[in-house]
């Protein structure tokens, strides 16, 4: 007869019996040496006191008191709570306690397990075992080591396919069990929990909730783990032995203060490794021992936890007592990331954290040889300067160990050079999940040892990390169809202007980029309120009802402004809020308390967007992008599902390092490439539980179909990309197929029939366990097809059948299930993105911002400039001269002043060009105003060549006459009537202006440019 014991139990409890080395002894549960009321078993436990503690050796009376205060700590769990009573217990265990039983009184150190010399140990497996508190409990498998009880195991039946870990592990979390609620004193000395129905291997820690268990393999394991009882007892072998448990208990096991809403207060939860944390860490320790290679490569996927891993890594290197007192360099690219950063490590209590505020405070940190766990970012490394004369930069100490998050970013120019050359004996480990394998930028050579296979010392890829839960998988709905980017559509509005304008070909390339843009079109009114509509619609329909949230990502800054009024009309201003980089200028103080009105930047914006901005707005989003405690705040207002801001609206801030589980659906409105583009889809792949309900899955619609070329884009082996996204039309296929394979377990029975009779006919199809299960199996694939589509219209002809497949499933299966076939409802690995006329190759190129800065750079001499001031002179002279009016009187005297100064040598050439602009400028509103000059529609068109071409020297140098024509060209191409009070007009003649004057040199001299554009402003 196979049942779990027989087949499970024993199975397990064989293979620890077995291992090599030090090895488990067996002892059944009715021979421990103990009463069913017991904890400990004391005859052990002080057996290992006396060999492990000389004093206690020489008083073993003094033994009884240790146990005795020991069971104190256990008493107190039921005040203090479980987890913090297992933080109290856990101090013990790592010796960290004291107690006077040395000479006259001395305090010494209490040892419970030798952690140095594990043969020390006594080392013991049971099965069975007896425990009687609030209820009484058998526990299928205990691991005792010194008679304490490290690890308590549940086992289900491996022949049943509905059954699965997670009905074992159920037994711990709640049900009739609810083995941390009801005999909560036998888990104070816990290090970890575990659960097999002999198919499939979970562990997890006190109080953990489902999506926090996890399997125990080897990262080498590529490709998928066959369930099986081959597979749970190499599991069990790999996390279970004597070494890999001490080392959990001594290096691993964390208490952590999670914030789990803005107004909830902290809550205290105990951590522990998933093992490519727990491998890469100990990589990370044993290469810094051996002292060679000095760098390595970590290669994790997004979301499977680096910052824990840093954590743990830097926690190991810190207490190696062999490494002599290290420093750990923690360093990041973005603030964000480092607040994510500290948060971990600071909720942790690490000790010797020294977070880095400044520059300068860096530089002296690593002079002044500070030891312990330093934070910065990257940037603090900026105001270095690299002495080539000096090889051991600002630290030459060996055993400074450098971790560096998302290590494809920055590492590649001027900050990482800066960084090696301060610290040139340092080891330097490079953690990614998107490496870059590019000539130009390439992680594997910067980190990635030559010893290393494949140049990383660790990796954990796309499909190991949704095989394992540590991710959930991510979906995409592209929503094209109008919307969609055609570049045909470009091309032929570009056309449109061409011949509109009469443009020659010099003209036509001139703005052909412009007019190519992806710009233009993502951010055409008409097309912005549409992709606002329906991510309204979508997010009430699909996301909000799940209790999610989810981020909103456009095209650039305007596009943030734009796209958050329309939301906000729609779903109300709680609930959208704008993260992005502001330009940085202090409001002004008026009183101390009243705001200047005036404030420079927010007018800047006003003037450049197409929309109204409100000034609070601006200034809301200036200080949430310049404090990092408001942006802190707004974060955790996100995060906590009670309060009600709902959408994140986002153009680069919070796309890489922004861990917010509760986001379920981003909505993606810009083209993104590279690593850029997977690091801002994981966004949306954090496991995430509330109010018992799991996030199956990430979501991502997609406006603008950027994942078509996924894979070229990123340019990583087409192998490991598969699993990362599943279409949702696949879904919808496969949903109809399998409603129909389980209402075929039930031919002619009536689905309208109701009550007891209707579940009793259903169930005379499954008959037995057999066909019961099959039921089950077949049941829980729709189940995950169903919640990875609902809600969803299409659905809608499916949920009469669906609820009363759903009612029958839940009167024959087990009680206590929580979970069943968690792998069945993933889908198909592999998803083609291709759709038709769209390359996200061109749209790369089309929005590279830096097109307008190709054209050749000219540079204006003082020479140029004076000759270019003393045409427009001459010209302004000619105008005034014979006029009586005494404005025109007062604009001739105020040019004399500018010649006599410039010719003083009192002002400089540019300085007369500026003061000769504003008298052309207001030279004009006479002329209008009097009549004496009118100005026709060629003067409008043609005015400033014209200008030029009546009074220009003969020596005046071709560039200045390229100047001139080309603010003719494109002002001409792009005035209409109307424009100097219409909301883009403006906008479009000072990019038009900007463009000319960065194309000669000219584009950082703010006057200059407020002053030419007020005479355009006036002339045309």
Sequence with gaps: MFNEQTVTENGMIDRLKGLSGVKWTYCHGENLPKQAQDIFVDEWLKDALCSLNPDIAKQPDYADEVIYKLRGVVLEARHTGLVKANENFHEWLMAEKTLPFGENGDHITINLIDFDNIDNNHFVVSQQVHYIAATEVYFDIVLYVNGIPLVVGEVKTATRPSVTWQDGAADFMGGKKHYWKNVEPFFVPNLLCFSSEGKTFAYGAINAQVKDWGPWHHTEQREEVLPGLASVLNSCEGLLNPQTLLQLLEAFALFSTVKTGKNTPPKRTKILPRYPQFEAAKQIVERVKKGYPRKGLIWHFQGSGKSLLMLYAARMLRT???????????????????????????????????????????????????????????????????????????????????????????????????????????????????????????????????????????????????????????????????????????????????????????????????????????????????????????????????????????????????????????????????????????????????????????????????????????????????????????????????????????????????????????????????????????????????????????????????FENLRTALAYNPDEIEGVVEGIEAFKELLPLQLQKCLDFFPGVDRSLEGLDGVLAAQECLPDNKKRDEFAAAFGVLAKLWTAINPDQFLTPFRVDYRWLAQIYESVRPVGQTGALVWAALGPETIKMIH?????????????????????????????????????????????????????????????????????????????????????????????????????????????????????????????????????????????????????????????????????????????????????????
């Design 320 to 706: 190696d007592n062999t490494l002599k007192n290290p420093t750990v360099l923690v360093v990041v690219d973005r603030k964000d990331l480092d607040t994510q950063i500290n948060e971990t490590f600071g909720g942790a209590d690490v000790k010797n954290l020294i977070k880095v505020q400044s520059c300068k405070k860096l530089g002296q940190y690593i002079e002044q040889d500070s030891r312990g766990i330093l934070i910065t970012t990257v940037f603090k490394f900026r105001d270095l300067e690299i002495d080539d004369s000096n090889s051991k930069g600002l630290n030459d100490r060996d055993n400074i160990i450098v971790l560096v998050d998302e290590a494809h970013r920055t590492q590649e120019g001027s900050l990482g050079d800066k960084m090696r050359w301060a610290l040139p004996n340092a080891f330097f480990f490079g953690l990614t999940g998107t490496p870059v394998s590019g000539l130009e930028r390439n992680t594997f050579k910067l980190f990635g040892a030559e010893d290393d296979p494949g140049r990383y010392m660790n990796r954990y890829n796309y499909k190991q990390s949704i095989r394992d839960g540590a991710t959930n998988p991510v979906k995409f709905e592209p929503r094209l169809a109008e919307l969609r980017v055609d570049r045909a559509a470009i091309d032929e509005e570009f056309e449109r202007l061409v011949r509109e304008n009469n443009l020659d070909e010099e003209e036509k390339a001139a703005l052909s980029k412009r007019a190519g843009k992806l710009a233009v079109m993502l951010k055409a009114p008409k097309r912005m309120a549409a992709i606002s509509n329906d991510i309204a619609e979508h997010f009430i329909s699909h996301v909000k009802p799940k209790g999610m949230k989810g981020m909103v990502v456009v095209y650039d800054r305007d596009a943030c402004v734009q796209m958050y009024y329309l939301l906000a009309g729609k779903l109300g201003k709680d609930a959208v809020e704008v993260v992005m980089n502001v330009d940085q200028a202090p409001i002004k103080v008026t009183d101390g308390n009243k705001k200047d009105k005036v404030n420079k930047d927010w007018r800047k914006w006003k003037n450049e967007l197409e929309l109204h901005i409100e000034q609070a707005d601006f200034e809301r989003w200036q200080l949430i992008d310049g404090d990092a405690h408001k942006q802190k705040d707004l974060i955790e207002g996100y995060k906590d599902p009670s309060q009600p801001l709902q959408l994140l609206i986002v153009t680069a801030k919070l796309l890489t390092g922004f861990d917010a589980p509760i986001c379920y659906c981003m909505y993606l409105d810009k083209p993104l490439r590279d690593h850029t583009l997977l690091q801002a889809m994981c966004r949306t792949n954090r496991l995430y539980e509330h109010n018992g309900q799991q996030k199956e899955m990430g979501l991502i619609i997609d406006y603008l179909g950027v």
């Design 836 to 1020: 038709e006329h769209t390359d996200i190759n061109r749209i790369r190129d089309d929005i590279d911002e830096l097109v307008m800065d190709e054209n050749a750079i000219f540079t204006l001499t003082d020479k140029e400039q004076a000759q270019r001031a003393r045409r427009l002179e001459v010209d302004l002279m000619g105008r005034l001269r014979g006029h009586d009016d005494p404005r025109f009187v007062a604009l001739g005297e105020r040019l004399e002043k500018l010649r006599e100064e410039y010719e003083a040598g009192v002002i400089k050439a540019i300085d007369w060009l500026k003061g000769l602009l504003d008298v052309a400028k207001d030279s004009v509103k006479v002329e209008r105003e009097t009549g004496d000059h009118p100005v026709t529609e060629e003067d409008n068109v043609q005015a400033l060549t014209k200008l030029f071409l009546e009074t220009r020297p003969s020596s005046t140098p071709i560039v200045i006459q390229n100047v001139v024509e080309q603010i003719d060209k494109i002002v001409k191409a792009t005035r209409f009537d109307g424009w100097q009070t219409s909301n883009s007009g403006p906008r479009e003649i000072q990019r038009a202006l900007v463009v000319t004057l960065v194309q000669f040199g000219l584009g950082k001299d703010k006057e200059l440019f407020d002053k030419a554009y007020a005479y355009v402003e006036e002339h045309y």
